[in-house]
């Protein structure tokens, strides 16, 4: 079992920056791909941004490219997304998840172990 805990959330400005944290227990993550994904009021949950633990290999959105960045810091079992430029569009709730299958996934079903969300909300 692996238990996740997101922070980081909160209100910001267009353009403004925002770092969530992703906190992991009960299972090293060295064989884990970690995943943010996000959803929106009414929306189906969509995927921010992945990175293969071990080999730090990363997979983003197009939405997001060039303005979201995921890395991890191995001593702390932490998984980070940082998000600069950030848009009225990138409102949501922002959820972090972790797989033990082989790869990198970007579809919420492949994706055993979810924390429970962080809002984020970019006024404009």
């Known amino acids: 079992q692996v238990q996740l805990v997101e922070s980081g959330g909160g209100l910001v400005q267009a353009g403004g920056s925002l770092r969530l944290s992703c906190a992991a227990s009960g299972r090293t993550l060295s064989t884990a791909s970690m995943g943010w994904f996000r959803q929106a009021p009414g929306k189906e949950r969509d995927f921010v941004a992945a990175m293969r633990w071990s080999s730090r290999y990363t997979s983003y959105a197009d939405s997001v490219k060039g303005r979201f960045t995921i890395s991890r810091d191995n001593a702390k079992n932490t998984v980070y997304l940082q998000m600069n430029s950030l848009r009225p569009e990138d409102t949501a709730v922002y959820y972090c998840?972790?797989?033990?299958?082989?790869?990198?996934?970007?579809?919420?079903?492949?994706?055993?172990?979810w924390g429970q969300g962080t809002q984020v909300t970019v006024s404009s």
């Open positions: 998840a972790a797989t033990f299958s082989l790869g990198i996934g970007t579809m919420p079903y492949e994706y055993n172990y």
